[in-house]
């Protein structure tokens, strides 16, 4: 699996934690989907150019995503944010990352 480059996924909820093992994605599209340890997990994805997420569910939306130099596109479209406490829908990137 190293070698896959574009992964889309649709409606399905899943962890990152296994995405280290492919260092070449460079464009993860997800769509209706349910996503665990988000930011934590993308700092391990190096080569990543296109992130889409679309009426996606995520545990927390952070400043790590700066750390993504490849990172040509950011696609957030109805995305929730979902914490023990609370829940946002966010449509717009975190600010240090758009000024990047």
């Known amino acids: 699996m190293k070698a896959l480059q574009v992964l889309y996924l649709k409606r399905v909820r899943f962890p990152l934690k296994?995405?280290?093992s492919l260092p070449n994605l460079k464009i993860l599209w997800c769509v209706g989907c349910k996503v665990?340890?988000?930011s934590s997990s993308l700092?391990?994805?190096i080569s990543l150019e296109i992130l889409a997420l679309?009426?996606?569910q995520i545990d927390e939306i952070s400043e790590e995503l700066v750390k993504l130099s490849?990172?040509?596109y950011l696609g957030l479209s109805h995305v929730n944010v979902v914490a023990?406490?609370?829940f946002r829908t966010v449509n717009s990137?975190?600010?240090k990352l758009?000024?990047?």
């Open 18 to 20: 296994g995405f280290h």
């Open 36 to 38: 665990e340890n988000f």
């Open 43 to 45: 700092t391990n994805m």
């Open 54 to 56: 679309i009426e996606t």
């Open 70 to 72: 490849t990172l040509k």
């Open 84 to 86: 023990e406490k609370w």
């Open 93 to 95: 990137p975190p600010p």
């Open 98 to 100: 758009v000024s990047r």
